[in-house]
């Protein structure tokens, strides 16, 4: 499972098949071609758990050495990942973002 995996230094972009293979595996992300990048919205029922929720995202992506451009809003946070190395989307992407719905399922139970 990509939630037990940990990010590599070498890695290659994805091709469509690949890529619409892990989406299976995180229902929740949308690939936006154009931009050549993954992404989510994370809703909050408070203000402060967007920028909280941006902190813990930032420790994992310190942790794995693959870091996601993080967008706050009032009760909403965006997550974008892509692998500039890569020149696309990559297998990291995806751990990343298996690993982020890991931390936002934390938020929903509290």
């Known amino acids: 499972m990509l939630i037990d995996e940990n990010c590599t230094h070498t890695t290659q972009s ?3 098949a ?3 293979d892990y ?7 949308n690939y936006d071609e154009s931009r050549n990048l993954l992404s989510r ?3 909050f029922s408070r203000y402060s758990e967007g920028p909280a929720f941006a902190v813990r995202v930032g420790e994992m992506a310190d942790q794995q050495d ?5 967008h706050i809003h009032y009760k ?3 997550v974008e990942f892509t692998t500039h ?4 989307v990559s297998r990291n992407d995806f751990i ?3 690993r982020t719905d890991q931390i936002f399922a934390q938020f929903k139970a509290a």
Do not use: R, V, Y
């Open 14 to 16: 994805l091709s469509a």
């Open 41 to 43: 919205t994370f809703k």
């Open 85 to 88: 190395s890569a020149k696309g």
């Open 96 to 98: 990343c973002a298996a």
């Open 23 to 29: 989406l299976n595996q995180t229902p929740h992300w």
């Open 66 to 70: 693959h870091h996601p451009d993080l």
């Open 76 to 78: 909403k946070c965006i």
């Open 18 to 20: 690949e890529i619409s």
